[in-house]
């Protein structure tokens, strides 16, 4: 009996091994990043949009009254607020799909980030591996992620039509791109 209680330890050790090196908390050498597409085609976006991703891959400081100031200047454009976190496993997996989406539609959308709960070095490093054509607002006290009815868990997604009303707040990952784009047609476009 001792060799099959040995065995189950052995197993459950490897077993919470596992689930540290993967869960939200788990170390940053384990990622590598998701390699930007290609963004020249924003090069055509409108001037409040131009506006927009002229700040991209920054993380802008302000709180509610500057991501207040930006939402405002946004006003006849739709836009999708994502908020995550560098610390934040389903926030990475996620990422690839706002990159690819914000490419594809970031001409007629504007796209935002809210970098909530996180260390200044610790986003700048995650947006050098996985850089955004849009800026992230820092929200380190949760103001923000509260604003948007976000609080709940990372990462969330606010959506807003072109007349600047949140229509949608999604908690949760998405895990394709053909599912954001269909939340964004549904929640951001058509509610317009």
């Given amino acids: 009996m001792k060799p ?18 993967t869960s939200c908390g788990g170390s940053d050498s384990v990622y590598e990043g998701s390699p930007a597409p290609d963004y020249s085609g924003l090069a055509d976006s409108p001037p409040p949009l131009d506006a927009l991703y002229s700040q991209a891959n920054d993380l802008l400081a302000g709180g509610t009254e500057a991501f207040d100031k930006q939402m405002a200047e946004l006003k006849g454009h739709p836009a999708v607020v994502n908020v995550w976190a560098s610390w934040c496993g389903p926030c990475r997996a996620e990422f690839p799909h706002f990159q690819d989406a914000s490419a594809n539609l970031g001409t007629g959308v504007a796209f935002l980030g809210v970098n909530s709960q996180d260390s200044e070095s610790a986003a700048a490093t995650f947006l050098e591996a996985s850089p955004l054509p849009y800026p992230s607002f820092s929200d380190p006290d949760k103001a923000i992620t509260e604003s948007l009815e976000a609080g709940q868990g990372l990462p969330a997604t606010a959506f807003f039509n072109a007349a600047g009303e949140r229509t949608f707040t999604k908690i949760g990952p998405y895990t394709d791109e053909a599912d954001l784009e269909a939340d964004v047609n549904r929640y951001a476009l058509e509610t317009g």
């Avoid at 099959?4 to 090196?21: E, P, Q």
């Fill in 4 to 21: 099959l209680r040995r065995l189950f330890l052995l197993a459950f050790a490897l077993g919470v091994m596992a689930l540290l090196t």
